[in-house]
């Protein structure tokens, strides 16, 4: 688990071949908050996009979709590790509410991994593909996307419905509202850049 944290966290930082340590102009931060208006959560979409643009090298808003997405999913995992660390914890006899309610959280977590795992491969492929079922990679995307946001406000709910104590109910609804707002802005990028994309090269709606 350690090695594949290490490993995607690698390539978020390798992925454009771009150099996160390398101080940010004003230019490049007016481009990424620029970038970020469609967002929901602008502050939280600056921040993740920021290390990554530079004076010299400025990511296309396909890879600042990319950029965000793996990120999410970075996060995801980390999130799903820590559950999972709380679920193993916890007496099942003495314990069987919060057992019960941060299990249920962690099935939903992990079905949001999955789904935002599924999305990184499929834009992938869709820039690997070109313009060729650039809709229908598009529209997988969106979906699967969508159903992690779902995944993840459920495990919120099961979270908020059982109190499960104020340790370790905090630090679980901060990570899985990191990863719900991660997961938004990522779907906001990438409709950004699809819609754009299709427009510019009049591919049909999906």
């Given at each position: 688990?350690?090695?594949?944290?290490?490993?995607?966290?690698?390539?978020?930082?390798?992925?454009?071949?771009?150099?996160?340590?390398?101080k940010?102009?004003?230019?490049?931060?007016?481009?990424?908050?620029?970038q970020?208006?469609?967002?929901?959560?602008?502050?939280?979409?600056?921040?993740?996009?920021?290390?990554?643009?530079?004076?010299?090298?400025?990511?296309?808003?396909?890879?600042?979709?990319?950029?965000?997405?793996?990120t999410?999913?970075?996060?995801?995992?980390?999130?799903?590790?820590?559950?999972?660390?709380?679920?193993?914890?916890?007496?099942?006899?003495?314990?069987?509410?919060?057992?019960e309610?941060?299990?249920?959280?962690?099935?939903?977590?992990?079905?949001?991994?999955?789904?935002?795992?599924?999305?990184?491969?499929?834009?992938?492929r869709?820039?690997?593909?070109?313009?060729?079922?650039?809709?229908?990679?598009?529209?997988?995307?969106?979906?699967?996307?969508?159903?992690?946001l779902?995944d993840?406000?459920?495990?919120?709910?099961?979270?908020?419905?059982?109190?499960?104590?104020?340790?370790?109910?905090?630090?679980?609804?901060?990570?899985?509202?990191?990863?719900?707002?991660l997961?938004?802005?990522?779907?906001?990028?990438?409709?950004?850049?699809?819609?754009?994309?299709?427009e510019?090269?009049?591919?049909?709606?999906?």
């Open positions: 688990m350690a090695h594949t944290f290490l490993s995607l966290l690698i390539l978020i930082l390798t992925i454009f071949t771009l150099n996160p340590t390398v940010c102009g004003s230019r490049a931060r007016a481009y990424v908050e620029s970020c208006r469609p967002t929901l959560y602008t502050d939280l979409c600056t921040r993740t996009l920021l290390p990554f643009a530079t004076k010299t090298n400025t990511p296309d808003p396909e890879q600042l979709a990319r950029i965000s997405l793996t999410c999913l970075f996060k995801a995992r980390l999130t799903k590790a820590y559950v999972n660390t709380v679920d193993k914890a916890f007496d099942k006899t003495k314990n069987a509410r919060y057992y309610a941060v299990t249920e959280c962690l099935s939903q977590i992990n079905d949001g991994v999955t789904q935002i795992t599924q999305s990184v491969k499929e834009q992938k869709m820039m690997r593909d070109g313009e060729k079922d650039f809709s229908w990679h598009e529209s997988n995307v969106e979906t699967w996307v969508s159903t992690a779902t993840v406000t459920a495990c919120l709910d099961r979270i908020s419905d059982r109190a499960i104590g104020g340790k370790e109910k905090g630090l679980i609804k901060a990570k899985v509202l990191n990863v719900k707002h997961a938004s802005n990522s779907l906001a990028l990438f409709n950004r850049f699809a819609t754009r994309h299709r510019s090269r009049r591919i049909k709606t999906p």
